[in-house]
């Protein structure tokens, strides 16, 4: 699922930065810069908090400042990448970190695929202001793998900073048109992109019950499952039916009105207890899921390669790809 809203000017390095409560180390440890506006600006690897918070502030490390005509400076926007339950339940639960290196690269692409058709910018061509297609972005990611309910839950923060290189040699303010235009699109790329992903990992995908955006499952985690570890989604679900409400932009107003405060005192081992005492509960044990998919993993077999191997002569192989 992907949700966008905009950053916040007052905190938001420090919100991004330490929001991780289940790992021990600080979630800087977990941010990565991306984009191509990152690299001209020589971004890269783990996200300075105190660099985060100036290039958000429009001050940029090539000396370039970035001022609102009007009003005050916008910071960026926070496109934020969450997976399914039962993806996070094979490797946070599970332990599998195959799946964690996936999102993050599945994460890689869809920012690649969106600075290359979404990123614009307005600039001045001698006689007025015209919008520019200018292919960077300048983000910085955050891994994060828990709700405010403390369940499991992978997603990542992707801080898009208000700030675009024009043709001009110039940085300009972001286009945000696009990125709400297309909110549905970037889902659909992110959700084919991992799926593939994962399936290349050995993991067998079901479509998802409500398959928004193309969003899927990881086969053999049922229904009990995925609502044992999901009262979070259970909560917002409540908060719409109460009202007759169920529209993306609705539910994401519902997750916001319904959201506790995070508690960042509860030790990780402790959390995972928990998670493993719950999965014993209901009698869910995600390992046999995982070493099948590592042994057709091993086995270089993949859902494709097994529908390709069952298609006899080469013609024919030729059609199905």
């Given amino acids: 699922m992907i949700s966008l809203g905009s950053v916040g000017s007052s905190g938001a390095a420090e919100y991004y930065a330490k929001d991780n409560y289940y790992t021990i180390e600080e979630g ?98 001698g006689s007025r202001q015209v919008t520019e297609n200018t292919g960077n972005l300048v983000a910085a990611t955050f891994l994060h793998d828990v709700n405010r309910k403390g369940e499991p839950q992978l997603h990542v923060h992707a801080v898009i900073a208000n700030a675009t290189l024009a043709s001009d040699g110039k940085w300009h303010a972001l286009r945000n048109d696009n990125f709400y235009s297309w909110q549905h699109t970037i889902g659909a790329v992110h959700n084919a992109d991992l799926r593939a992903r994962l399936e290349g990992l050995g993991y067998e995908t079901v479509p998802a019950r409500n398959p928004i955006d193309g969003s899927f499952e990881i086969k053999g ?38 959201r506790d405060a995070k508690d960042h005192g509860v030790d990780p081992a402790m959390r995972k207890a928990e998670w493993q005492a719950t999965a014993k509960a209901i009698g869910l044990d995600v390992r046999p899921i995982i070493d099948a998919a590592l042994t057709r993993s091993e086995r270089g077999e993949t859902v494709w390669t097994r529908v390709v191997d069952g298609i006899r002569g080469i013609g024919a192989k030729g059609l199905a790809l």
């Avoid at 429009?58 to 916008?74: F, I, K, Y």
């Avoid at 946070?92 to 920012?111: F, K, Y």
């Avoid at 609502?227 to 909560?235: L, Y």
């Fill in 28 to 125: 800087a440890e977990h941010s990565r810069w991306l984009g191509k506006g990152a690299e001209a600006l020589g971004l890269a690897g783990k996200v300075d908090p105190a660099v985060f918070e100036r290039v958000l502030g429009g001050q940029l490390p090539d000396g370039s400042e970035l001022t609102a005509a009007r009003g005050e400076h916008r910071p960026g926007l926070d496109l934020t990448f969450s997976v399914s339950k039962s993806v996070s339940l094979v490797a946070l639960l599970g332990g599998d970190s195959r799946v964690i290196e996936a999102l993050r690269q599945s994460v890689a692409a869809t920012l690649g695929w969106a600075e290359k058709n979404l990123a614009q910018a307005r600039v001045w061509d």
């Fill in 221 to 258: 985690i049922g229904r009990e499952a995925v609502g044992a570890f999901s009262t979070r989604s259970a909560e917002i679900e409540a908060a719409l039916a109460k009202h007759g409400r169920g529209s993306p932009r609705e539910r994401e107003i519902a997750t916001l009105a319904t």
